[in-house]
């Protein structure tokens, strides 16, 4: 399509409100916006036309139509998502799922066999370590927790046999710690040059903090990119849904994957991330991420508090690297919207604060998720990282004091307001 390389030199800003212009998924030239298809099977005029469908699904020919044969395979709405999603991302192709544990789940059970190894960053979504110590090895599947950071434990991981995929988000959740993407990759390039193709290692990152605002890990050498859609890119709190952003090579199998997990997004959630949220995520992310450098400058200063963990501030322990990848699509530094902090005092005064929050706050709201229009609070060691057991916390480095804040796109001065008046109670 002519309007595929057009598309590819448009700034990603326009990228988002455009996509590919027309979609060789579905004819909807008379339309501004692409349609939601409504259907779960299709009509297929032939015996041979059925047949081909199957035979070619998952690896379809770029020249010709895609043939729609039924919903778990792959339907037109959700296609339409997926190239706007690798689009963005600079990926070869985007394969989204039902939810971000979804892609996650199917992206590792993909790449990885009873036997083998992964290696992962010691602090994860509490999901996510979850599969890689509950779930994986009942498959025979194992894996090495540790500080990617670390590049001599690194090494000597990769250069056991077993090793197979290295893990680990670009901003870690909750804790707000930044991958060294590009040292990362090139230890795991060379340790690749000893190995025969079959047994390369994989780099698969989870970038749902920084989203592709902030920062595209395909650029620095990354072979997977994982996104839950739930959060950012949906940004409005009403779907759930999941992405991973692929080589090419490996589309088929995370389509075959998707096909017999049966974890597929709703055409209806595809229709509304493409459209709504896909179309305002440039903009909400900067608001968000402006009231984030001022509320985390506002609780820097606040005499009841510890201390304050956010990749925007100078006293961030890694700064620097967050001023090196954490960077917007024009080059502008894009420290996220997401804000780590713990207050002076024990449990109980982190407790008596966000219980004031939930009870008084008008413009703050005590729930889990992250990057959607309203502010939200929780305190992972207690929330959304609670399936990491307690003597496993120290090494995850989540303190159960600490509260995360996930910013939104309320008047800044509320947010804050609300925050002041909580912290004058405890
Ligand atoms: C960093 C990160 N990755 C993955 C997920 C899982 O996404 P979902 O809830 O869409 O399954 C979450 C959920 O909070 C998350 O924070």
Redesign the pocket.
Known sequence: MTKKRVAKAKSPRTQAIHGEFLSKSWEFSHHLIPPMTASTTFRLESLQRGAEGFSTFGAPSDKEKPIWIYDRLEEPTTKMLEDQLALLEKGECAVTFG??????ASTLMSLLTSGQKVVAHKTL?G??YSLLTNWLPRLGIRHAMMDVNDLKDLEAELADPTTRVVYF?TVS?PILEIADLEKITALVKTANKKRSKEERIYTVV?N??ATPWALRPIEWGVDFV?Q????NISGFGTE???AVIAPKSHESMLRVARKDFGAIIHPYSAWHILVYGISTQAIRFEQQQDSAIAVAKFLESHPKVESVTYPGLKSHQQHKLAKKYLKSPEGKFAPGTMISFKLKGDMKKCQKFVDDIATNSYAITLA???GLTKTLIEVPGFM?HSAIPDDKRDHSGIDPRAIRLSIGLENVVDIIGDLSEALKKV
């Open positions: 939810s971000g544990m979804g892609a996650i979504y999901c996510t988000e959740n989870d749902t903090f994982i839950s859609l739930t959060k759930m849904g999941g889990v998720s992250l959304t």
